[in-house]
């Protein structure tokens, strides 16, 4: 059982990665147990370390490069993000079983709201009806993992039609509103998040 929660509610991005990189510090000095991080962002774009700027077609909202995996990406109100702060070491996973972890986090709180989804073989994230739901981009340091996942749950959408989402050319986007036809309370999402993870950690 997962014992240090953030609900931060709504935080700027930059913001938080410091309480992202406070936290990592305390854990792998062993000063803090493990930390699950969750917030809704103001508009903002994030590159992962190997992402191409190009990548972002229209700069309408901050841009703000990380040390993440993934190419770019878009979080803003509406979108759940979860910032797992994890020693992988002491839990004796390996970075692959970690990510596969998130993605079956993620599969089954869509399919609490009956939202079939799926992880393509060549493709990250997970998807629905061959469109994306939820991105996932992970750094892992001294055995201790920082950034996270993010599901959309009420997110407009539109932001995404700026960038090529995670460098995958002709991608669409969904969220839980736009499948269900139907707003779904955020509390609600957060609350089965926190079901799965305390299950599969």
Aim: charged share 20%; glycine share 6%.
């Amino acid at each position: 059982m997962l014992s240090n929660i953030q609900d931060l509610q709504q935080l700027n991005y930059k913001d938080t990665l410091k309480i992202q990189q406070d936290l990592r510090e305390q854990i792998a000095l062993n000063k803090s147990d493990d930390s699950l991080i969750i917030v809704e962002h103001d508009h903002v774009y994030t590159l992962g370390k190997n992402a191409n700027p190009n990548n972002i077609l229209n700069g309408n909202c901050e841009v703000v490069q990380t040390d993440r995996g993934g190419d770019v990406t878009y979080h803003g109100p509406g979108q759940l993000v979860i910032y797992p702060i994890f020693n992988l070491k002491k839990k004796n996973i390996g970075v692959k079983s970690y990510v596969q972890k998130i993605e079956k986090i993620i599969q089954l709180t869509l399919d609490d709201f009956n939202i079939d989804s799926h992880v393509p073989f060549k493709e990250t994230g997970v998807w629905t009806n061959n469109k994306k739901i939820a991105s996932i981009g992970i750094h892992v340091s001294r055995g201790v993992t920082m950034h996270g996942l993010a599901i959309n749950v009420t997110t407009d959408l539109s932001y995404f039609d700026h960038i090529i989402s995670c460098g995958i050319q002709g991608v669409e986007m969904t969220s839980i509103e736009k499948e269900l036809g139907k707003k779904i309370p955020m509390n609600d999402i957060k609350t089965a998040v926190v079901k799965y993870f305390n299950q599969q950690f």
